[in-house]
């Protein structure tokens, strides 16, 4: 942006629409009455805006205004600056009737398996809306919500120590996986003690899962015999399937992601109870988009996904 104060001295808005009252409507008494007001208001506003520029604007000829060449300048940028107004009273309501506009989210990587269904309908009701997703693990969302620049955060365990305002809208359940051949696979009444020798699969450091499974273990004071650490839960799932080894994920990671060639072992210190929480910043105010999204997710956004998560058979233990 070119550095200028001009702006600082030009008094109001209204002043250069005076000048373009004047400049189009070709004299002051027109001006006036086009705007209401009297001839003397427009004459005193128009000196100040000549003094303002520190040049004469137009001169009165006879009984006719003839604009000087910076007169036609100013009625140049005021026609700008006036139409560069208009465009945005324009983009605002129609942000305001949800006819244009963005909404911005950043969730961690678990939450992906069931935000899109969430964004289903609301894209289907406001097609003009454009979406921003992002999707990091834990740490790399809180990152993002120190910035602030999105209108909701997705976590599981959302920061305790940034002032935020959150929603809970659903259960999180971390669940035991299995090979379906697993000779654990058809056990009941089991306990995380007779998975401690088990090589078990993790999530990478700054991953919200990693984090309640740690909690969770140290609690019960148990350690697993830690083999491998993923950074995806899809990754995660594949080497399950290939034999490699057990891990604990959220049961989201079945419910929408799919669970062929796995079972959900049956351990009675499971499943690790968390919940999803849609998350802002106190701080920043909330879009007309934001806050309808907010309102949808309150209402059917969390009953669809009560209601695919208990038809998906993955119980709590
Ligand atoms: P993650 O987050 O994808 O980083 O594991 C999930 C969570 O916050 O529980």
Redesign the pocket.
Known sequence: MMQSRLHAHIGTLRQLEILLAVHDRGGVSAASEHLHLTQPTVSIQLKKLSEAVGTPLYNIIGRQVVFTEAGFEVVKTATDVLDSFARLDMSLSSMRELKSGTLRLSV????KYFIPHLLGPFCERYPAVDVQLNVG??QQIVERLKQGVDDFYV???PPLDIETDSIEFLS?PLIAIAHDKHPLAKKRNLRLKDIADEPFLI?EQ???????IEEHLRKLKIKLNTRMTIES?EAIKHAVMAKLGISIV?AHTLLFGGKSGLVQLKIKDLPIN?NWYFVWLKSKRPTVIATEFLKQVEGEGRDLLRKELKLSGIKNQ
């Open positions: 961690v990587t678990t939450s693990n834990r976590f599981s365990h999180n999530r700054g991953s919200g899962t990693r984090y309640a839960n959220s968390t």
